[in-house]
């Protein structure tokens, strides 16, 4: 589903990708570990553009988003994000954080339809009968797709067992609970992959466990996952495939079994070493 | 002071039964209507050119805009007020030729200068916002333009409340020289009081209340929008 080929990114002189390809399928749950400043979230942000790659190409769907000429944001809306340091929207309710993406979104579209549909019925004044073109179907009104979006919202908050949370500021929030209306968040635009940068490097450690859980369940319903993060275990439970990336290079990436049990480089020995005692 | 009841009595006097009053409200109108409008189109204008000098400046057109954005804060930064409203009444309006009656000019300069003002403390306000909230924005698939719109600008604003009173105060205060292109506003109602009577003292101590009551009322305001912007940061 994401190609990524050759990827480089460099900050000003500094080199911090020299050059990644990877390829990750649907369903693949992907966790990247390395030590700090390998550039494994720097990986990360680029592949949804966060940090425009300075060369290579990520293919999504068939389409290189690394190019600058397409339009990131449609293609973003596929590709959620979590973040570590949560980073709700600290002006929104938590239900409003939740909706404020795809109410835009489908209303966006339904104006441009609308628009076009403007632009048709204009044409079809000078057309012959047999030439008129159909309108475009208009599915939803503004209200429905609200409606909706306020249903999808609350039955997501409700799995994560939120749902008397709607109405509060995120500030009132914990930072466990903050993380899981932030996956929430991004699960409302029903992306096909979701990247998590270190979500539970700023929690307590009494709350990391929720957040993992809510990832396990969410592996568990075949949601494409690319995960940083420093949690050994959970990366040996939950991922098919295990990348450590050292320097802005791929050293290794094996299944868990086989990179925490037989790891070849010596690189990820010793940091493996170290991390796992 | 024994005279002092006098030029009471006849302030009183010019005030109420010469029709006095009439002036003052028309001054106090077109000072508030300076002030509101400019703040407007300032806050306007601040915000626009806040949001251009924070876009990342990878590209020409940003880097283009962002040059003409600070040469426009410096030449208004740069000029008294009452020289602005001097060139454009007396010098830009004649040179092409436009109409427009003090007040309207007046408006016009209030706006272009605090808009000046407003985007310094606007952009302090933008970069005040934690760099995460315009990441999320755009992470679920929003545009820079309406992450900047609904989520950093109102959050800006919240922030940058107290410095954006105290350039509305600054701009109410600074109406008084809006005579100088022929805007009645409060000092020339009360000037026109002071020399029809001969007298200065009462009006003008007058026309100190006013200031200081209407400044009073705006501080108020304000502190009543930021009681209720800051339900978001309240735990309860």
Redesign the interface.
């Known amino acids: 589903m994401i190609d990524v080929i050759n990827l480089e990114k460099q900050f000003g002189d500094t080199k911090i990708l020299k050059g990644v390809s990877v390829k990750i399928e649907k369903g693949d749950i992907m966790v990247i570990i390395g030590p700090s400043g390998s550039g494994k979230s720097t990986f990360l942000r680029c592949l949804n553009c966060m940090e425009d790659p300075t060369r290579g190409h990520i293919i999504f769907k068939g389409v290189d988003i690394a190019d600058m000429s397409v339009d990131i944001n449609v293609h973003r809306r596929h590709m959620g994000m979590v973040f570590q340091h949560f980073n709700l929207f600290n002006n929104k309710t938590v239900i409003q954080n939740i909706m404020l993406a795809p109410v835009y979104v489908q209303c966006q579209d339904l104006r441009r339809t609308k628009r076009k549909n403007l632009w048709i019925r204009c044409t079809n004044l000078f057309k012959k009968q047999a030439d008129k073109r159909e309108l475009i179907p208009v599915t939803a009104t503004k209200a429905q797709i609200k409606e909706n979006a306020q249903e999808n919202a609350l039955s997501l908050l409700k799995q994560i067992g939120l749902q008397d949370k709607a109405d509060v500021y995120p500030s009132t929030l914990s930072g466990g609970q903050k993380q899981r209306v932030a996956i929430v968040r991004s699960l409302a635009m029903n992306p096909d992959v979701i990247l998590f940068d270190e979500p539970t490097s700023a929690l307590d450690p009494e709350m990391v466990g929720e957040v993992l859980d809510l990832m396990r369940k969410l592996a568990k319903e075949g949601m494409t996952m690319i995960i940083v993060t420093h949690e050994m275990g959970f990366a040996k439970e939950v991922a098919n495939k295990v990348l450590f990336i050292d320097d802005g290079q791929i050293l290794e990436s094996a299944p868990p079994e086989e990179f925490f049990g037989h790891p070849k480089n010596p690189r990820l020995k010793e940091f493996l070493s170290k991390v796992l005692v | 002071m024994g005279n002092f009841g006098q030029k009471v009595d006849k302030f009183i006097e010019i005030f109420i039964a010469q029709n006095g009053y009439v002036r003052v409200l028309e001054g106090l109108k077109n000072t508030l209507l300076i002030a509101v409008m400019g703040l407007l189109i300032g806050i306007l204008i601040g915000t626009l050119i806040a949001t251009v000098r924070v876009i990342p400046k990878?590209r020409r057109l940003p880097r283009i805009l962002n040059g003409f954005c600070s040469f426009y804060v410096g030449l208004f930064r740069g000029t008294p007020m009452v020289v602005q409203l001097l060139v454009f009444y007396y010098v830009l309006l004649p040179l092409f030729d436009i109409r427009m009656t003090g007040v309207q000019v007046s408006i016009m300069v209030f706006g272009l200068n605090s808009g000046a003002y407003i985007s310094e403390i606007m952009r302090s306000g933008i970069q005040s916002v934690?760099s995460?909230?315009m990441?999320?924005?755009?992470?679920?698939?929003?545009?820079f333009a309406?992450t900047m719109l609904?989520?950093v600008i109102?959050?800006a604003v919240?922030n940058i409340l107290p410095t954006l009173g105290n350039e509305f105060i600054s701009l109410i205060k600074e109406t008084s020289v809006v005579s100088f292109v022929g805007a009645a506003d409060l000092y020339v109602a009360f000037s026109y009081i002071g020399s029809n009577s001969y007298e200065f003292m009462v009006p003008y101590l007058v026309m100190a209340l006013i200031y200081i009551v209407l400044v009073l009322i705006i501080s108020t305001g304000i502190k009543i929008m930021e009681r209720s912007l800051g339900?978001?940061?309240?735990?309860?």
């Open positions: 990878y934690d995460g909230q990441e999320a924005g755009r992470a679920v698939g929003l545009s309406t609904k989520i109102p959050q919240k339900k978001s940061d309240r735990r309860n």
